[in-house]
Nanobody, 120 residues
Framework: HVQVVESGGGLVQPGESLRLSCTAS????????MGWYRQAPGKQRELVAS???????NYLDSVKGRFTISRDNAKNTVYLQMNSLKPEDTAVYYC??????????????WGQGTQVTVSS
């Protein structure tokens, strides 16, 4: 079983920054893609940013230039640095970790989410 725990959410004003952290632990053979998703009330969950084991990242268009995803493979941790936050960024942010088990099965594991609220 893979445990995924996020931290770093909070209430900030527009223009401020937050840094989210996500650590995976448990029965992990390999970690491939790690990503951050968000879900605002009444909206579908969307991929905000992802990063491969090789360090290749991609971003939702609306966060490009403001958010940066990074990972520390030795710590099984992924970060999301969020700068210049906007009210539209308000959502529950979920960490997703794609892992490979001992039987070479890829499984997506989710954290419970961390609330990010951007409001003046």
């Amino acid at each position: 079983h893979v445990q995924v725990v996020e931290s770093g959410g909070g209430l900030v004003q527009p223009g401020e920054s937050l840094r989210l952290s996500c650590t995976a632990s448990g029965s992990i053979f390999r970690i491939y893609i790690m990503g951050w998703y968000r879900q605002a009330p009444g909206k579908q969950r969307e991929l905000v940013a992802s990063i491969t084991s090789g360090g290749t990242s991609n971003y939702l268009d609306s966060v490009k230039g403001r958010f940066t995803i990074s990972r520390d493979n030795a710590k099984n941790t992924v970060y999301l640095q969020m700068n210049s936050l906007k009210p539209e960024d308000t959502a529950v942010y979920y960490c997703n970790v794609q892992t490979e088990d001992g039987f070479r099965k890829l499984t997506a594991s989710w954290g419970q989410g961390t609330q990010v609220t951007v409001s003046s």
